[in-house]
């Protein structure tokens, strides 16, 4: 049985991924905050899969990161995808401090601790997938911190990649663009959500790539709707 952890399955890309994910020789490993979410994410894979754990931890802070760790326990998985992930949208003379150690805490470190515990122990033909962004590119006014987070965690991911490769685990990075899920609900402004792409696409594109066989890795994966970016 294949073991896989997704970060941040309570809604949006995190769900769709474990959506697609679930098999029945797949045991999901889903991580979120909020129960009620997280719950209907359960309800949709659980006829599907072989066994569902729920995981209830506030990544922001390395504790929460530990916790979690401590719940899966030592079995090795096979797939680590770092998805939870925070957008903190203002002017950057206006972000607080605690705002910028959110993103940080959810975006950088989790990952980062997440990929330094469970990596080592991954058996050969593993896949650690990170879900950056098109923010990890390039910079965008008003998106300072969010972009800040997304390239520290591109070149973490450039690194590890590396230094994984000998032992045969996969890591994929991919970079969608906007995305209609509840992450733009608190972002100030009217942005065109017909014009996003959907969570099934980024989630179709990471069951592509680590449905490869082992030898073969679809290292970075970038999406975007035809429309151009917003
Ligand atoms: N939507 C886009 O346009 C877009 C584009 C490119 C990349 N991405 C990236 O895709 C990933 C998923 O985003 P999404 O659009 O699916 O966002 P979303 O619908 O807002 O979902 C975010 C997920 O992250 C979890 N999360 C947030 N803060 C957390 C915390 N402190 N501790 C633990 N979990 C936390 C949420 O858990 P709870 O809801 O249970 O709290 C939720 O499951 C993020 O890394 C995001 O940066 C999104």
């Not at 066994?51 to 680590?80: F, H, M, R, T």
Request: proline share 5%; aromatic share 6%; net charge neutral.
């Amino acid at each position: 049985m294949k073991r896989y952890l997704i970060t941040g399955a309570s809604r949006g890309i995190g769900r769709a991924i474990a959506e697609t994910l679930a098999a029945d020789d797949a045991e999901l490993l889903l991580h979120g905050r909020d129960t009620v979410a997280l719950a209907l994410t359960r309800k949709a894979v659980e006829p599907r899969c072989a066994k569902v754990v729920l995981l209830i931890y506030d990544l922001a802070k390395p504790s929460g990161v530990c916790d979690l760790i401590a719940e899966v326990g030592k079995g090795p998985i096979d797939l680590l995808v770092n998805n939870a992930g925070i957008a903190v949208v203002k002017p950057f003379t206006e972000i607080t401090a605690i705002e910028w150690e959110q993103t940080v805490g959810v975006n950088i470190t989790a990952p980062f601790l997440l990929t330094q515990h469970f990596a080592p122990r991954m058996p050969p033909g593993s896949s650690v997938v990170n879900i950056l962004s098109i923010a990890a590119k390039s910079g965008f006014a008003n998106w300072s911190a969010y972009c800040m987070s997304k390239f520290a965690l591109e070149g973490f991911s450039q690194s590890v990649r590396e230094e994984l490769r000998d032992r045969k685990i996969r890591v994929i990075n991919v970079y969608p663009a906007a995305t209609e899920t509840d992450i733009w609900d608190n972002i100030e402004g009217d942005w065109p959500r017909h014009k996003m792409i959907s969570p099934q696409d980024v989630a179709s594109a990471v069951a592509y790539a680590i449905s490869r066989p082992a030898d073969i890795t679809l290292e970075n994966i970038t999406l975007s709707s035809l429309t151009g970016n917003l």
